[in-house]
């Protein structure tokens, strides 16, 4: 795992969270926001004690209760078809991505990167436990 180098580690990850992106923006209904159910434990528990307790101050900051899920949820409900339009354009499709990256020659799948599919997988499920905002990771179900 030591030789991937930090960019093609980005590159490779840009391609899951765009297939995420487009798998959620492909809904006819927005995603539903639910109340944080993450403790300080669950993450410590993964990270360890150093890193998990910094992840979690910036995990913290983002944790929603029932009333705001609730207030987030009409609002995307009121929002979702233009909302869902802009961010569709805005971003690049998974292909395109892969493709401009299998381009450049740099890795695009893990096993480019030599790491297992669970280790992948387990990193993209947890990778908005150590980020202060919220992204489509956050909306993973």
Avoid: M, N
Wanted: some cysteine; aromatic content about 6%.
């Amino acid at each position: 795992l030591a030789d991937a180098q930090h960019g093609e580690q980005v590159g490779v990850a840009a391609i899951a969270v765009a297939a995420i992106q487009r798998a959620i923006l492909g809904r006819d209904a927005p995603p539903v926001i639910r109340p944080s159910r993450i403790t300080r434990d669950d993450v410590v528990a993964h990270f360890g004690p150093i890193l998990g307790e910094a992840c979690w101050r910036e995990l913290e900051q983002k944790h929603i209760d029932a009333a705001r899920a609730e207030a987030l949820d009409a609002r995307l409900a009121r929002s979702w078809p233009a909302l869902q339009a802009e961010l569709l354009a805005a971003g690049a499709p998974p292909d395109r991505i892969r493709a401009i990256l299998a381009s450049a020659g740099a890795p695009t799948t893990p096993a480019d990167l030599h790491y297992p599919d669970a280790l992948f997988a387990t990193a993209v499920a947890h990778a908005h436990w150590i980020r202060d905002r919220f992204t489509f990771l956050d909306l993973q179900e």
